[in-house]
């Protein structure tokens, strides 16, 4: 079965502080990886894309990084601020054929203390 | 607008009662997606349309039945349901090629499903 994987399932540090989440998978025959924030009761919201021929991606203070081989992906936050208090997800499309979408991990939940 | 929409936002029913859940989406896209979250669970795909056509369904039971009249919306229909099936449900839209998903997917806020 393929699954995904995120560790820790919830964090809280200083503000300020650079921090770093993992996402696991257990296949590595993917199409991409997408990484999803998500407040108390809203939606998700994508925060990076990355496609399975690239190794990292950047947008402001986040930086996720992929790699298939050990079916692994982080994502740093750097200078971590109060509002970055969220659930964060990491989502797989596996390369099994067809329109069967995204497989997500539990989450973690990031507490920024201020 | 923009994005995606979901009507309503907050839904409670009894197990007797038949609702619908509508999403729309203004992005363009030609693939749209039910996605069910429940506490402390992954999120689980329902159901995904591409080209208007489900290509999907994951083994959901019949008491969800989804509609897709055209690229642009989507509806979850819902009768004699559970009180497990108490839920956020969340549509999604992406752009396919072909039957391959290969973009980034936008999701919609989400309905709260109270089933008493």
């Known amino acids: 079965k393929q699954e995904v994987t995120q560790i820790p399932a919830a964090l809280s540090v200083p503000e300020g502080e650079n921090l770093v989440l993992n996402c696991s998978f257990t296949?590595?025959?993917?199409?991409?990886l997408q990484w999803f924030r998500q407040d108390p009761g809203k939606g998700l919201t994508s925060l990076l894309l990355?496609?399975?021929?690239?190794r990292e991606q950047t947008s402001g203070r986040l930086n996720a990084s992929l790699d298939k081989s050990s079916g692994r992906s982080t994502l740093y936050i750097a200078a971590s601020q109060p509002g970055d208090s969220a659930t964060y997800l990491c989502a797989v499309l596996y390369s099994g054929g067809g329109a069967d979408g995204l497989t997500f991990g539990k989450g973690t939940h990031l507490i920024i203390q201020p | 607008e923009t994005g995606v929409t979901q009507t309503p936002r907050h839904l409670v029913m009894g197990m007797t009662n038949k609702k619908s859940l509508k999403c729309e989406q203004h992005l363009g896209h030609n693939a749209m997606y039910w996605y069910k979250q429940s506490a402390k669970k992954p999120l689980e795909l329902m159901f995904v349309?591409?080209?208007?056509?489900?290509?999907e369904n994951n083994s959901v039971p019949s008491r969800f039945s989804p509609e897709c009249p055209n690229s642009s919306h989507l509806f979850l229909h819902l009768h004699t349901l559970q009180p497990e099936d108490s839920a956020l449900y969340l549509c999604?839209?992406?752009?396919?090629?072909?039957?391959?998903?290969?973009?980034?997917?936008?999701f919609g806020e989400g309905s709260r499903l109270t089933v008493l």
């Open positions: 990355i496609q399975s021929s690239q």
């Open positions: 349309y591409s080209l208007e056509e489900r290509v």
């Open positions: 999604a839209s992406s752009q396919t090629r072909a039957r391959l998903y290969t973009g980034e997917l936008f």
């Open positions: 296949d590595s025959a993917i199409y991409n």
